[in-house]
Structure formats: structure tokens, C-alpha cells
């Protein structure tokens, strides 16, 4: 049998990117996103094309009701869940200076990024000890899509690298609690990505980039981080629980 794979917010974008890698590499999958079933109908055909069984798990990351939902549809569905992609994230609505940012943009921002991400993989760890516990040979894995944000200081958007400095720890502290059942935790770390969420800083990184801001000189597409996270859900990662994978075409190495 396929195995199963949940992608938050994998119906456009890097989310997009991983789910399709997944389909094409023999994953049956569980795609979350907010949109309306209509809305992203195109995306999820395009994905069952590519031979995968696909279901749509509607619902808010941010919160606590749609994550158990979201478990539960993939427990009735499938019955069984072995990979966990927490990809869904946001930037904060508008890029403030820290010494101006509200309180209003941090709870969104960290409640999506980080609670979000944290609690559902507590609710998906839980169910992948049970099935570890049932059959040894159950193989399951969990992936966080942080970002350099979780290290490089960005001072108009504070909430976003502390809620990537977060997912980093809760990375760390997920791959330490299930070592014993063996199922790995990793932390994928994207650079400059061309979606939806940087379309509004396009020139701005175009300029960047064209003046070396990364060592590979282009930007980085879903696909790049689809694939990275592909490898690491196929098991070619085993014995590297906790470790980050850098996909940012070389931009936080450090340069003289
Ligand atoms: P995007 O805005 O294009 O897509 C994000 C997806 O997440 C969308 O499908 C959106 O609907 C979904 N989403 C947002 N809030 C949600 C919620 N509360 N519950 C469920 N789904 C929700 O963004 P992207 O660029 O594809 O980003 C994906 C992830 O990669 C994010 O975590 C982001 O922080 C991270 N990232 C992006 C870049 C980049 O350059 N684009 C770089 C580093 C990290």
C-alpha cells in the first residue's frame, strides 16, 4: 500500500511544490488548505493525474478545532498517516519595524507559524507512536518548512524569524521525543522561493540576486524544496533525525 502524507497548505506555492514531488515518488496524500473545495480543485486534479489518491482537508492550522479535523479526515480516509509536512505558513499582513510591529500581527503570526505547526505535529506524533506501536513496520517521518528567517535577522518582519526560531527548536525537541519509536523529524530551510508569498518583493530580490545575494544565482522555485522534502519522506535520510536542510542556493553561507 502507498504510503500517506499530510502537506498544510499544499495547494499552492511550496506547499504545491512538495505535494506534487510526493505524487510523483508513490505518496497517497492528504493536502490542507483555508480555500474553498472549489478554489483549488485545479491543483488537487493535477496532483491525482500525476496517480495519486488525493483527499482536501480543509481548515486553519491556527486552530485547534480544524486540527483535530483535519487528523481525524485522514484517519477515516486512510486510516493511517505516515508522513507530516508542516509547510503551511504566513508573513505578517504588513512588514513593520520592530520597534513599531503590534501584538495583533505576532499572535497571528505565531499562532499560524509556530502553535499551528507545534500542536498538529503533537496530535501526529501521538497517532504515528500508536501505528509504530501496532506494526514495527510502520515508518513515519515528520517535516517542518522553516525558513533562513530562523537565523538570518530580519528587523520589518521580527514575528516571522521568531516564529522560525521556534519551529527550529520544536523541531529539535520532536526528533529527541520520538528517537526511541524511530521516526525521524527534520527541518527543511527554504531562501528566496518564487511564490504567492514573496510576489510582492519581487524587484526587490530580483536586484538582490542579480548582485550575488545567493551563491546559485536565481531564485529558488517549489520544486527545489519539493524535492529535498521528497527525499527525506522516501527515507534516504534515516539515521539524521533532528538535522536542517538548507534550500536557499547557498545564501547564508558566510562570504568574504
Ligand atoms: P504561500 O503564501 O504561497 O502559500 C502558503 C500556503 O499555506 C497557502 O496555500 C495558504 O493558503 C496556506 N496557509 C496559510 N495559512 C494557513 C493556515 N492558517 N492554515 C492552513 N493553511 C494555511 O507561501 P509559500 O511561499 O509557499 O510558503 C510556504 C512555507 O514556506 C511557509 O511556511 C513559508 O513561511 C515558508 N517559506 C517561504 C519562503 C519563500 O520565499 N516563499 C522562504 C522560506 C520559507
Not at 135 to 155: E, L, P, Q
Not at 175 to 202: C, H, Q, S, W
Not at 231 to 238: N, R
Amino acid at each position: 500500500m502507498k504510503r500517506v502524507a499530510l502537506i498544510t497548505g499544499g495547494t499552492r506555492g511550496i506547499g504545491f511544490g512538495i505535494a506534487t514531488q510526493l505524487a510523483k515518488d508513490g505518496f497517497n496524500l492528504a493536502v490542507n488548505g483555508t480555500r474553498p473545495e472549489e478554489a483549488v480543485q485545479a491543483a488537487i486534479d493535477e496532483l491525482k493525474a500525476l496517480g495519486a489518491t488525493v483527499i482536501y482537508c480543509r481548515g486553519s492550522i491556527a486552530s485547534s478545532a480544524d486540527r483535530k479535523n483535519m487528523i481525524s479526515s485522514v484517519r477515516e480516509h486512510y486510516g493511517a498517516l505516515h508522513i507530516l509536512v508542516n509547510n503551511a505558513g504566513i508573513a505578517p499582513r504588513e512588514r513593520k519595524d520592530i520597534l513599531d510591529a503590534t501584538e495583533e500581527s505576532y499572535d497571528e503570526v505565531m499562532t499560524t507559524n509556530l502553535k499551528g505547526c507545534y500542536f498538529l505535529t503533537q496530535q501526529a506524533a501521538n497517532w504515528m507512536i500508536e501505528q509504530k506501536q501496532n506494526d514495527t513496520a510502520f515508518s513515519g517521518c515528520i517535516i517542518n518548512v522553516s525558513s533562513i528567517s530562523a537565523t538570518v535577522a530580519s528587523v520589518n518582519r521580527g514575528e516571522y524569524c521568531l516564529s522560525k526560531a521556534g519551529l527550529s527548536m520544536a523541531t529539535q525537541l520532536f526528533a529527541v521525543r520520538l528517537g526511541e519509536f524511530n521516526i525521524p523529524v527534520y527541518e527543511v530551510r527554504p531562501g528566496i522561493i518564487r511564490t504567492d508569498m514573496t510576489a510582492g518583493v519581487k524587484e526587490k530580490y530580483d536586484k538582490l540576486i542579480g548582485e550575488g545575494l545567493c551563491v546559485q544565482q536565481r531564485w529558488g522555485e517549489p520544486e527545489d524544496v519539493g524535492k529535498v522534502v521528497a527525499a527525506l519522506a522516501k527515507g534516504d535520510f534515516l539515521y539524521s533525525t533532528g538535522q536542517v536542510i538548507m534550500a536557499d542556493g547557498g545564501m547564508t553561507i558566510p562570504r568574504l
